[in-house]
């Protein structure tokens, strides 16, 4: 039969492509706008914070006007990341505009007066936020919303970590698992690239991890070393690491369940919440554990941070198990932000711990447990192997070639593994959950 040319499906493939980078470049430039503005002035209430102290004493007080807020104005704003994955399964009523200028000003508020939480949190609901108000002025179809939602979500999430593939691959592999929706995977992509370089253009850095272990290539025939005694140590680690995630998510969730359950009035939980994190300071008796924890104030002051955890004496022995009580009670009790960076400092800091008892490399275990926790606790091992490359990978080819990324590999894809069905969003199908609907094809000419 002789060869013919479906010059159609060529232009159809080529419209679909062009008409994403169409909606994609204005979603990216917002998004990433929006996050150097927030990552901005996070910058400018945690330095806030940490020269006033005091301000911690007000965290209730704090807690009540987040709550209140949220209870006038947030309405179903209030789901936050749990309402974007709904409407990307079946899109319905959409994710409010509000949604952004509200998680905003309480993640602030949450980091101003001491509240330990995160960042990515704030940016994915700012992303989706906009891209729900984008679709809505674009009149899309649902299945188009449901992309435009997931490349909103990538947007932030490459934009506030500074890692634009992971934030395209955690877009589509975090909504069910065992399931990608590949159609989404080119606009997710193309909003995330464009979010990254907007969001740097805007002259917003990030955080430098580095891990200086590097093992010395062994054979000839290959690019890649590995030592297997290491590797039976990854395998190990792994295994706490998803329990980790899987406390972390439990005990958020349990906090929230007894929040709700014992204190029927929605703008008083984050105040007791703020008052047990007072009585937690005083117990531990210093203030290591509060806000994001990426770096110590002043930076030779010794206390343990993310940055910390990759050299040895660098963290206690339960210092992961502090920042996830406080951050369990934070977020559980209602206070605003996200759970991805305290989940980079729990894994940090336990892998810190579990290098010095394993005889490995501390700052191998403490990337690994950063990336590997995270991993377990969205069930997203194949966006956080790809995030272990983005952030320690650049400028480091001997670590590349040392095995590292076979090394994330099996910590990330592990935990997540031995975590079994526990997620930090509740909203998070697996594939047989999924709701049973006609499969989104690639577009086609006939």
Known sequence: MPFRWDYRQHVTLAWFVLKWLAICLPLGIVVGSSVAIFLWSLNVVTLTQW???????????????SGLM????????EGGNNLIMEQIHEPGGGVPLRMAPLVLIGTLITHLFGGSA?????????????????????????????????????AGFGAVFGTPL???IFAVEVIAIGRMSYKAIIPCLMASVIGDQVNTAWGIGHTHYHIAFATEITSSLTAVSL????????????????LASVLFAQLTHGVSWTAKTYIPIPWLRPAVGGCVVIALVWLIGHRDYLGLGVSSHPPDAGMICIESCFRSGGADWLSWWWKLLFTAVTVGSGFKGGEVTPL???????????????GAPVDLMAGLG?????????????????MAIELFGPGHGELLSSGFVVYAAVACFLSYFLSGSSSIYHAQKRDEEEPQREQEPMPETD
């Open 118 to 154: 995160g960042r990515e949190g704030t940016a994915v609901q700012m992303g989706g936020s906009l891209a729900g108000g984008i679709g809505r002025l674009l009149r899309l179809t649902p299945d188009e919303t449901r992309i435009l939602l997931s490349a909103g979500v990538a």
């Open 166 to 168: 992971t934030g395209a």
């Open 370 to 386: 950063f990336v590997a926790v995270f991993a377990g606790a969205t069930n997203t091992p194949l966006a956080c192997t790809i």
């Open 51 to 65: 020269a006033n102290p005091w301000l911690l004493y007000l965290l209730p007080l704090a807690g009540i006007g």
């Open 344 to 358: 980079f400092f729990i894994g940090a800091a336990l892998g810190n711990v579990l290098g010095v008892a394993l």
């Open 227 to 242: 030592d297997w005694a290491l590797t039976g140590k990854v395998a190990i680690a792994a295994i706490f690491f998803g």
């Open 70 to 77: 949220y209870h006038y104005l947030g309405r179903e704003a």
